[in-house]
């Protein structure tokens, strides 16, 4: 069984900046791409940035310049730095990752808790 674990959600004022860590752990033999998604209430959850095993980078439109994703393959965990934070960043944040359970097997999606991102005065 695979958890992804996410940490660093909070409230910030605008202007402000956070990061979000997420740990994957379990038996599994690798993980190929991993993301992180957010849903704001009323809509539907969207993906703002992902990262390749290879780290190459994604990012949404209303994200891009302001956000940074990256990984640490020895550690099963990819971070998402938030800068320049908006009163409409304001969302529950979820970590995503296919993870093989063996060589030969077809990725599959993990998805964790998610953590809530407030950006208010």
């Known amino acids: 069984q695979v958890q992804l674990v996410e940490s660093g959600g909070g409230l910030v004022q605008p202007g402000g900046s956070l990061m979000l860590s997420c740990a994957a752990s379990?038996?599994?033999?690798?993980?190929?791409?991993m993301g992180w998604y957010r849903q704001a209430p009323g809509k539907q959850r969207e993906l703002v940035a992902r990262?390749?095993?290879?780290?190459?980078?994604y990012y949404s439109d209303s994200v891009k310049g302001r956000y940074t994703i990256s990984r640490d393959n020895a550690k099963n965990t990819v971070y998402l730095h938030m800068n320049s934070l908006k009163p409409e960043d304001t969302a529950v944040y979820y970590c995503?990752?296919?993870?093989?359970?063996?060589?030969?097997?077809?990725?599959?999606?993990?998805w964790g808790q998610g953590t809530q991102v407030t950006v208010s005065s």
């Open positions: 995503n990752a296919e993870v093989r359970g063996s060589w030969y097997s077809e990725p599959k999606d993990y």
């Open positions: 379990g038996s599994f033999f690798s993980i190929d791409g």
């Open positions: 990262i390749a095993r290879g780290d190459t980078e």
